[in-house]
């Protein structure tokens, strides 16, 4: 079955701590790996993507990510979070030859204290 | 639009009533997908419509579900009687694509 685990439903750091929220997933075939953030009050938007190439990808904000393909992975990372980092982050995998729908974890709720 | 919209914000029904919700996608994304999110839980697929081709209908949960997209505009996801274990957040999303979903701020319904 296709499906995507995140191993934290809750965190919480203080300001400049390090972050790495995990992620496995389970799909058969080449996929494209996705993080979503959704700040409070606001709409669901793309942190970073993973489709091919260099398995270590940046995103926005500082946040970086690294497909371990190996470790069906794909772990989101920042070296020191801020207060404004306080979200809810979403792993999702698609198909690379597919429609594009998206496959989520059940989410990540940061807290970063100031 | 600069964006996804959807009406209506929120919407509180009676158990057994009908309800229609409706997504602007953003101008010329040919693709459009509906999400549901149940509390506490991440974002479940219910459908995909591109172009003019048959939607993909694989993630509707049951036969109370449907959903219209006319062209590469508006759409309308419709719930039927609704049950209790309707309510939810439901969201859509647009893509040009189909690599980049943007999403809408999504419906939020509840069902007494």
């Known amino acids: 079955a296709q499906s995507v685990s995140q191993h934290n439903h809750h965190v919480i750091l203080s300001e400049a701590a390090s972050l790495e929220l995990g992620c496995n997933y389970s799909?058969?075939?080449?996929?494209?790996l996705f993080w979503y953030v959704q700040y409070p009050g606001q709409h669901l938007q793309l942190l970073l993507k993973?489709?091919?190439?260099?398995?270590l990808v940046k995103g926005i904000k500082g946040f970086e990510a690294e497909f371990i393909k190996s470790k069906f992975s794909f772990n989101l990372r920042k070296p020191s979070v801020q207060w404004s980092d306080t979200a809810e982050y979403f792993c999702?995998?698609?198909?690379?030859?597919?429609?594009?729908?998206?496959?989520f974890g059940q989410g990540t709720t940061l807290q970063v204290k100031p | 639009g600069a964006g996804v919209s959807q009406s209506p914000s929120n919407k509180v029904t009676e158990k057994g009533k009908d309800v229609e919700l409706r997504c602007d996608p953003i101008?010329?994304?040919?693709?459009l997908y509906w999400y549901r999110q149940r509390l506490g839980q991440g974002l479940e697929f219910l459908i995909y419509?591109?172009?003019?081709?048959?939607?993909?209908k694989s993630g509707l949960p049951s036969d109370r579900f449907s959903a219209e997209r006319t062209g590469e505009s508006v759409s309308t996801l419709t719930i039927q009687r609704t049950q209790q274990e309707d309510s939810a957040v439901y969201l859509c999303?647009?893509?040009?694509?189909?690599?980049?979903?943007?999403f809408g701020p999504g419906t939020r319904l509840t069902v007494l």
């Open positions: 999303a647009s893509s040009l694509d189909r690599k980049h979903e943007f």
């Open positions: 799909y058969g075939g080449t996929v494209n």
């Open positions: 993973y489709f091919s190439g260099d398995p």
């Open positions: 999702a995998v698609s198909g690379s030859s597919n429609t594009g729908k998206l496959i």
């Open positions: 101008s010329g994304h040919t693709a």
């Open positions: 419509f591109q172009g003019n081709s048959a939607p993909d």
